[in-house]
């Protein structure tokens, strides 16, 4: 299956910036960071030096990544690293992992669309990944990842239904299903970067070298746990009729410009033909 190519030259990276920083995050627009805990990306969202309670995690990383988690929010932010809140844009394991304690540590709200909440409140597991998708070794390992949910359910809250989003003023939430029911991904109008989740990615999820060294290309959601897939394809159209600037997705480097947007566009109009996968399981 042939996915979009995307050159390094599209990456919205500043390595020198980010080493003379020294906070162990990539800082795309001087309030938007995040950082590569392994497969997956976390994102930090407020100034440098915001101080506690002046900033948002967006999502919670894989198993152990709490403390690196930790030291990055100290590093940039200041103060005890505390922010307002942390948004999920779902609630996959590679996302949630350190969920439940930096949560609890922190002592803040976590809000979620409603429709994950079951997978933030102990209630339901998500259905099991399929190996059979995607043809990479993460693919066919993925019936290992765990699908049970985790317990936030005293600090968890539905995201506003004007879709502002708490804590973030200009940015609003719009509900990108397809990957899960209650996916969310972030948009602000005004610069116009947008933070998708796993709506689309720029790397492919299914093989460990490419998730890993996050070779770049314009990937759908990742397949092996993507269960509806015509959800997935109206989401992506949505997300790409914004013509975003800067994306910034939950595996991959954050993109930009034109040959990003052309990318995208074509993610979104051959969909059926480079994302979904022919052998999905029934």
């Known amino acids: 299956m042939s996915q979009i190519p995307l050159s390094t030259s ?9 080493l003379d920083r020294n906070d162990n995050t990539r800082q795309i627009v001087a309030d938007v960071a995040y950082r590569q805990l392994v497969i997956v990306n976390v994102m930090f969202v407020g100034l440098e030096g915001a101080g506690d309670g002046n900033w948002v995690l ?7 990544s709490a403390k690196a988690i930790r030291s990055a929010a100290g590093a940039r932010f200041g103060g005890h690293g505390r922010p307002a ?4 844009t779902h609630a996959h ?18 809000y979620s669309h409603h429709g994950e909440h079951p997978y933030l409140d102990g209630t339901r597991s998500y259905p099991p990944a399929d190996p059979s998708v995607g043809g990479g070794l993460l693919a066919r390992l993925s019936p290992l990842f765990p699908t049970s949910p985790v317990n936030v359910a005293s600090q968890l809250y ?44 720029t790397t492919r999820q299914e093989s460990v070298y490419a998730a890993m060294t996050q070779s770049p290309e314009m990937h759908g959601p990742p397949m092996y746990f ?9 989401s ?3 997300l790409a009729a914004l013509a975003p600037e800067i994306v910034v997705t939950g595996h991959g480097a954050a993109m930009q410009g034109p040959e990003m947007r052309a990318a995208l566009d074509a993610l979104a109009e051959r969909f059926d033909e480079v994302a979904v996968p022919q052998n999905q399981r029934a």
């Open 10 to 18: 599209a990456e919205a990276e500043h390595a020198q910036s980010d």
């Open 58 to 64: 967006v999502d919670a990383g894989i198993a152990g």
């Open 85 to 88: 809140c942390i948004i999920m």
């Open 93 to 110: 394991f590679d996302h949630v992992a350190a969920l439940e304690t930096l949560a609890n540590e922190w002592e803040v709200p976590v």
């Open 158 to 201: 539905d995201l506003p239904c004007d879709h502002s989003v708490p804590f973030m003023p200009d940015w609003r939430w719009i509900h990108t299903p397809g990957h899960t029911p209650g996916h969310i991904s972030l948009w602000r109008e005004r610069d116009r970067v947008l933070i998708a989740g796993d709506a689309f990615i």
């Open 226 to 234: 993507t269960p509806d897939w015509a959800s997935a394809k109206a």
């Open 236 to 238: 992506v159209r949505e």
